[in-house]
């Protein structure tokens, strides 16, 4: 991590919302029972309907591991919708891969094809909220050997 937050453009700050928002979007229908069954069943019929996959049956421990995960995420997402700082697009970049790592993992492992698209938009984002962090990082390594 850099010595000190660098400077970034409000458009960093912007970038760090609008993920927020997307993450908002995506997953509150994970954060309770109730809604994930419905968010279930709807990437299920759209996957099959599609030929890209559908979900396996509902299952206890399924549930309660989409519903904390979309717990998270939604807490996560207010915080940067609220108070959008760098740091927080840091540590977004840094969750994003990790989710991107695991979604590649389960993608190789015979998980619906339809998983692709949020797999992009991970990488997307990721690479928007960690790029400038390692300009920084070089800008500072460049400062240090001067």
Do not use: C
């Not at 760098?86 to 015979?110: E, I, M, N, P």
């Not at 984002?125 to 400062?143: H, I, N, Q, T």
Request: charged share 15%; hydrophobic share 55%; net charge positive.
């Amino acid at each position: 991590m850099p010595r000190s937050v660098p400077p970034f453009r409000p458009s960093y700050l912007r970038a760090v919302r609008a993920s927020a928002w997307y993450d908002l979007v995506v997953t509150a229908g994970f954060a309770t029972p109730w809604t994930y069954t419905l968010v279930h069943d709807a990437l299920s019929k759209l996957g099959g309907g599609l030929g890209l996959g559908t979900l396996p049956a509902l299952a206890p421990m399924e549930m309660l591991y989409a519903n904390l995960m979309g717990s998270v995420v939604v807490v996560w997402a207010l915080l940067r919708i609220v108070r959008p700082l760098a740091v927080h697009g840091l540590f977004d970049g840094v969750a994003r891969t990790l989710f991107a790592s695991w979604q590649a993992y389960a993608l190789a492992h015979g998980a619906p094809r339809w998983l692709w698209l949020f797999f992009v938009v991970e990488v997307s984002f990721g690479v928007v909220e960690l790029a400038p962090w390692g300009r920084a990082r070089r800008a500072d390594r460049v400062r240090a050997s001067a």
